[in-house]
Structures are given as C-alpha cells and as structure tokens.
C-alpha cells in the first residue's frame, strides 16, 4: 500500500502538471499564447542568444535554490526553447539551483540547518554513502520528498559534492523532459504533447514509487 506522506508526494507532482496543462489550454483557447509571444520571455530570452541563456539559468537557479518547484522551471524551459532544448536548459537551471543551496548550507547555513533538521541529516547521510552518486539519482527520481530540503541535508553531510550535484543533474531529466514537452504544447501540437507528458508522468510515478518501496524495505531490513 502507498502510505499517506507517498500519496500526498504523487498528487502533488499529479496537480502541478494538470495545472499547467490547463494553462496551455486556457492560452490555446483564449488566444493569451499570441499575446505572451510578445511580452517578457520574448524580449529578454526567446531568440536573444547567449544572453538570453544565460538570464534563462539565471532565474531557474535562483528559483530553484529558493524551493521554487523544478517542474514549473522545466515547463517554462520547454516553453521558450522548445522539449529537446528545453530539458538541457531546465536540468542545468535546476542543477545550477541545486549548487547555490548546497553550497549555501556546506558552507554558510550549516549551524542555522543543523539546529533546525539536524535529525534528519543522520538518516540521509546513511543512504547517501552506500553510492553517493546512485543514491542521489535514486532520490531525484523518487516521488517523494523536497528538493530545497534535500539539498540543504545533502551540504551537511559527508556526502561529496561531484557526487551529490552529478547524481541530481541526471536524476533531474526525466521529470524535466516532462514538464518541457508540456511546456513546448504551448505553441506546438499542444493536444499531441499534453498527451505524450500525461502517460510519461504516469510512467514516471510508478518507477519512482517502485525505487521508494525498494529502498525503504532495503533500509529496514539493515536496521
């Protein structure tokens, strides 16, 4: 049975991506997306070069580093750059944000965390080292936890840095090619794309359930 902290987890990555499908939806139909076309994302990133990515990473690392979902950085990433495109820049954003925090609690928050989730380090510390670099993949593709909390852990613990931010970049992707799919529906083959995302996501969440369910038996059988 899926417990309910598990639960919780699916839904909630399940209502982010209804959410913005029926952004798609309501732009598609409103004619909004024409309007959008020509506003922020357009003047400072779409078709803006270099700069324009380099503002792109910008934003996603300081919004991820923040707790700013990873699926929303994915989808505005397929958005403006299109699926393929869109999945390097949003796993690179959310990595780079994924630095900014670790680094953040390695080396100047370390007290500040150690007195407020200092029980928990202990627990992830245990995981981390089995594989520090397979461990971090498999916690990425959980359906469960935080991902601002996990690296926050992750910068108190023993765990190497290479280790840690390599194993989250590649766990990133395949929830971020999701999302930038979708995202990309916002222009192109909208129906086609929200579809593809839908019974990704689906198969998403059964893998990762399946990675939850084996490691939290294999841990409880070590202690």
């Not at 070069?49 to 580093?65: C, M």
């Not at 979708?182 to 086609?192: E, I, K, M, Y």
Request: hydrophobic share 50%; with cysteine; aromatic share 12%.
């Amino acid at each position: 049975m899926i417990n309910a902290k598990t639960r919780k987890a699916i839904l909630k990555a399940f209502f982010i991506f209804a959410l913005l499908a029926a952004a798609i939806y309501l732009f598609r139909v409103s004619g909004l997306n024409e309007v959008l076309d020509k506003h922020w994302m357009d003047v400072h990133i779409r078709d803006q070069g270099l700069s324009g990515d380099l503002l792109f990473l910008a934003i996603a690392a300081g919004f991820t580093a923040v707790g700013l979902p990873r699926q929303i950085i994915g989808f505005f990433a397929g958005y403006v750059f299109g699926a393929t495109m869109g999945t390097v820049m949003g796993t690179v954003g959310t990595a780079l944000g994924c630095a900014l925090s670790f680094y953040y609690a390695r080396f100047a928050g370390r007290e500040a965390i150690e007195r407020r989730l200092g029980k928990k380090t202990a627990k992830l510390n245990a995981f981390l080292q089995r594989d520090p670099f397979q461990m971090t993949v498999v916690i990425r593709l959980l359906p469960v936890g935080s991902n601002i909390l996990t690296n926050l852990l992750a910068g108190i613990t023993s765990i190497s840095s290479l280790s840690f931010l390599g194993g989250s970049a590649l766990g990133y992707i395949p929830q971020t090619f999701i999302f930038a799919l979708l995202g990309s529906g916002v222009n192109v083959d909208p129906v086609w794309r929200t579809t593809i995302s839908a019974v990704l996501m689906i198969v998403s969440s059964l893998l990762g359930y399946r990675l939850y369910r084996k490691y939290r038996v294999e841990s409880e059988l070590d202690a």
